[in-house]
């Protein structure tokens, strides 16, 4: 929590290293795996503040896989592949109506950053 929690980079790095510290004897492979990847798992840290925990947060993912769960258990069994495929379509299409209309944490107030971050990358 406390890498993920830094306010840039730099910070973060520091705090990994305390964890690498502590860690790295006991969970060799996990934290060597942290340390192949940090710079993926902290790309977060590069955009505005206001929305870290809205991009690095799994909650969005968590709640569509309960949502397809929860549409797939009542049924017993599925005639084929496609059926589930359809089912778990549907569901998804479901929640992208319903949080299209939804505004994120954060995403007002970042979004002359946003615009910035946006026209610096691509020249538009």
């Known amino acids: 929590k406390v890498i993920y ?3 840039t980079q730099e910070a973060a790095l520091t705090q990994f ?14 934290v060597a795996s942290w340390e192949e990847d940090l710079p993926v798992l902290l790309t977060f840290l590069s955009y505005p ?3 870290h925990s ?3 947060t799994t909650n969005w993912i968590e709640r ?11 049924m017993n069994s599925l005639s084929s592949l496609k059926a589930a495929e359809k089912i778990v379509y549907l569901t998804i299409q479901g929640l992208q109506e319903r949080w299209s209309t939804r505004k994120l ?4 107030t970042a979004h002359t950053a946003l615009q910035d971050k946006f026209k610096q990358k691509y020249g538009v």
């Open 17 to 30: 290293q305390v964890f690498q510290e502590k860690w790295a004897k006991k969970y060799p492979r996990e």
């Open 49 to 51: 503040s206001a929305i």
């Open 5 to 7: 929690r830094s306010s």
């Open 105 to 108: 944490k954060g995403f007002a």
């Open 64 to 74: 569509t896989n309960k949502e397809i769960r929860k549409r797939l258990r009542p």
């Open 54 to 56: 809205v991009i690095y």
